[in-house]
């Protein structure tokens, strides 16, 4: 089963709602004809359909065969759910890229924070 977030980007790839990935993702696909028709057969499809399952299993394939694609693919994923808002007092935590040393992600904080 691929990760979470490429199920994620395949439901949005699939409702064609993330432009320049989707763009990326196609372009990279041509190389691949199965990798193709998956990205074909999800369009419109449901984010938990078996259409969109499949596509994520491609891109999982073509990201292991293809270090520099995984890399593009996650940052340019990175930049389109970015535009995520939290509503009535929400909060989205999001950390993109290589993280060496403590995180700490929060919403309210009463008191000192300390590692």
Do not use: C
């Not at 509503?87 to 060496?100: A, D, F, L, Y």
């Amino acid at each position: 089963m691929p990760e979470p977030v490429l199920v994620s980007i395949a439901a949005a790839l699939a409702a064609k709602s993330a432009g320049a990935l989707y763009e990326l993702v196609r372009t990279r696909f041509a190389r691949r004809e199965q990798a193709e028709a998956a990205l074909t057969a999800a369009a419109g499809a449901a984010p938990e359909s078996a259409e969109v399952a499949v596509l994520a299993a491609e891109l999982e394939q073509v990201e292991r065969a293809d270090p520099e694609f995984a890399e593009e693919l996650r940052a340019n994923w990175a930049v389109e759910s970015a535009g995520t808002r939290a509503e009535h007092g929400g909060v989205i935590n999001q950390i993109t890229g290589t993280v060496n040393g403590k995180v700490l992600q929060a919403r309210d904080i009463q008191g000192g924070v300390s590692f």
